[in-house]
């Protein structure tokens, strides 16, 4: 059974740091795309950053050169470093990943449980 587990996030600052961190655990093949996605009070939940496998990234342009998002393969683990947050990132960050579970043929997407930011003073 594969699980992804969340940890970091909480309560900051305007212009203050956190970091997000997702670990996929269980019978995994093979992991393509890892990324973060976060939904906000009201709003459709929305990709905010993803690594493939052949480290290439995708920033949404609202986080562009504050947000940066890593991955180590041999620990199939992701990373989102935030900097320089803002009121309007406060919301529910998920992770997520492509994945291919043992005795299935198919890459299918997993979800962490999600964790909340809140950005205010």
């Known amino acids: 059974q594969v699980q992804l587990v969340e940890s970091g996030g909480g309560l900051v600052q305007p212009g203050g740091s956190l970091r997000l961190s997702c670990a996929a655990s269980g019978s995994i093949v093979s992991i393509n795309d890892m990324g973060w996605y976060r939904q906000a009070p009201g709003k459709q939940r929305e990709l905010v950053a993803q690594?493939?496998?052949?480290?290439?990234?995708y920033y949404t342009d609202a986080v562009k050169g504050r947000f940066t998002i890593s991955r180590d393969n041999a620990k199939n683990t992701v990373a989102l470093q935030m900097n320089s947050l803002k009121p309007e990132d406060t919301a529910v960050y998920y992770c997520?990943?492509?994945?291919?579970?043992?005795?299935?043929?198919?890459?299918?997407?997993?979800w962490g449980q999600g964790t909340q930011v809140t950005v205010s003073s």
């Open positions: 997520n990943a492509n994945l291919m579970p043992v005795g299935r043929d198919i890459y299918l997407d997993y």
């Open positions: 690594l493939t496998r052949r480290e290439l990234t």
